[in-house]
């Protein structure tokens, strides 16, 4: 009895492995498939950091051209804020 006991348990063991590797929850169809959502996602990703580059970008810009709006208002037009006052000296 013990000399089929051995291979039986053993053949068993094996199906139930194999049945793993086909229909478990990791099996290759399921890895195959987390693998494509994975891509989806990655790619979803890389758009969402280029429209978050490209927001900085345009927050950066809007940032230094108000700064470079406002100089030249001072230097060329003699503009001022509230509360300040423009002294101008002649040479």
Partial sequence: MSKRFVPTLLIALLLILHGQ???GRG???????LQIELDV???KNTQASLAND????EIRDLKEGLE???EKARSELGMVK??????????
């Fill in 82 to 91: 509230n509360n300040e006052i423009f002294v101008q000296i002649a040479h």
């Fill in 68 to 70: 470079i709006v406002e």
């Fill in 27 to 33: 099996s290759v169809h399921n890895v195959n498939k």
């Fill in 21 to 23: 590797l086909w229909f």
């Fill in 54 to 57: 490209r927001l900085a970008a």
């Fill in 41 to 43: 996602q990655k790619g």
